[in-house]
């Protein structure tokens, strides 16, 4: 009997009880919308450098690095073995104390962002930097109005889902008072119906159009992505923020620049993805990659900036001992192995080998992204640009039982994305777009 032509050929890796065990476990006793990738839930057991184990002995080559958080490699000893020896140290005490390793990771941080980024606040997560950066420009500026990025995705708190602009992660209610929304630089599906360069970029102009219209006409802080992570790596322009960032300062507003994904090297050369824009914005906010899966949450500014938070302010988790320890050590690791040069090189290496693909795969309707934080966004036709996300599910399903591990994005759910760890090698790009090759090859649709 053949395969349907919609279907996934029957898994081939080995499973056991004991993951069907897990697996029914997390549907009980978690709550249903923490999502599983997979048809059959991958239950993760131990990793090392590239590579990640499921509970069976399965073997994977990592390209999502746990949504771009594991920057340097899975347990690399460089960073737990230091982790290790401050939990069996001291392992909290809350901002209320100081301690040696936060004022060492603030110090560092000031030494590699831009201009004069150099009073920085702690907390646990992408989505509390966000929050405390706004909470921020709203007091520094004294203006209420926010405006943000469609496709922008800042998190999963109330107000963290209101900056949010995908309709999927908007239910149940937002904080959304104050917050515009301008059209974004998503060239493959241009919102105005253009085409760079001949556009001159007019998208950028919305975001002073929107300001005028959909605003009190002063706003705190224009805050974005500068390549959006679950939009499905959508890529501006080179010159697009250089020209809002010009609205943003003639309106006195702050700007914002969303980091979570994009920092740290991850789009190679720079440290943070703005820098590849040519803008020194007034914030940027961090997290992911970071402490290499140790969580923090990173928001830096000016000392007059930060100077001006009123009240009391205090984080209970944020930059403790071991989280301040781990995201130094990861921080030295990059600049000591040189990797943000490796995401230029390894990164220009892995585009061109992508580009490739893409003309071998009729499915494939547009490759972007930077350094090691590339894209393919799949549709049913290129003419029509129809998205394709069965074939995007698909081709992750493949990707698994072939030993490959991408994830996905996308307003459609058809954009696959790759972010592999920074110290990946053109070897590890190769065995990547064998197994990639291959699962392309057994989609069919």
């Known amino acids: 009997m053949t395969t349907p032509a919609h279907s996934v050929p029957a898994s081939k890796l080995a499973r056991s009880a004991r993951s069907d065990e897990v697996v029914a476990k997390h549907k009980k006793y978690l709550w249903p919308s923490v999502t599983n990738y997979f048809e059959q839930p991958l239950v993760a057991d131990r990793g090392e450098m590239q590579y990640l184990w499921d509970l069976d002995g399965n073997k994977y080559l990592d390209f999502f690095g746990g949504i771009l958080t594991v920057s340097v490699g899975h347990c690399n000893p460089k960073v737990s073995s230091k982790v290790a020896a401050q939990v069996n140290r001291l392992q909290h005490t809350s901002t209320l104390y100081p301690n040696e390793h936060i004022v060492a990771l603030a110090e560092k941080v000031a030494q590699i962002t831009p201009g004069n980024l150099k009073q920085s606040f702690f907390t646990n997560s992408g989505t509390e930097a966000n929050e405390a950066a706004i909470l921020l420009a709203r007091m520094s500026t004294g203006s209420f109005d926010v405006v943000a990025l469609r496709h922008a995705y800042s998190g999963g708190s109330a107000l963290a889902k209101g900056v949010t602009a995908h309709s999927n992660y908007r239910k149940g209610g937002v904080i959304g008072v104050g917050i515009a929304h301008a059209v974004n630089a998503y060239c493959y599906r241009c919102p105005l119906h253009l085409k760079y360069p001949e556009c001159e970029v007019a998208c950028a102009d919305d975001v002073e159009n929107l300001i005028q219209t959909g605003t009190s006409g002063n706003i705190a802080a224009f805050i974005a992505e500068p390549i959006q992570g679950v939009g499905g790596f959508i890529t501006p322009p080179k010159e697009y923020f250089k020209i809002v960032f010009k609205i943003v300062k003639q309106y006195g507003a702050l700007f914002i620049s969303d980091e979570v994904q994009t920092g740290w090297g991850r789009t190679g050369k720079k440290w943070f993805g703005i820098e590849q824009w040519e803008v020194v914005p007034d914030m940027i906010t961090s997290a992911k990659g970071m402490a290499n899966g140790v969580p923090i949450g990173l928001t830096v500014t000016t ?32 600049e000591e192995e040189n990797l943000l040069e490796n995401a230029h090189v390894v990164g220009s290496y892995f585009r061109g080998k992508l580009e490739e693909l893409q003309q071998k795969h009729a499915r494939i309707g547009d490759v972007r992204g930077m350094g090691l934080m590339q894209a393919l966004e799949l549709v049913k036709d290129r003419k029509t640009k129809e998205p394709a996300p069965e074939a995007t599910t698909q081709v992750m399903e493949r990707g698994r039982q072939n030993g490959l591990l991408i994830g996905k994005g996308g307003l459609y759910g058809n954009v696959l994305r790759l972010a592999p760890m920074l110290n990946t090698s053109k070897a590890d790009v190769d065995e990547a777009i064998r197994l990639l090759d291959k699962s392309f090859s057994e989609v069919k649709l």
Do not use: M, Q, W, Y
């Open 303 to 334: 000392p007059e900036i930060a100077g001006s938070f009123r009240g009391a302010n205090i984080a209970t988790f944020g930059g403790n001992p071991v989280t301040s320890v781990a995201a130094k050590a990861t921080i030295e690791l990059i």
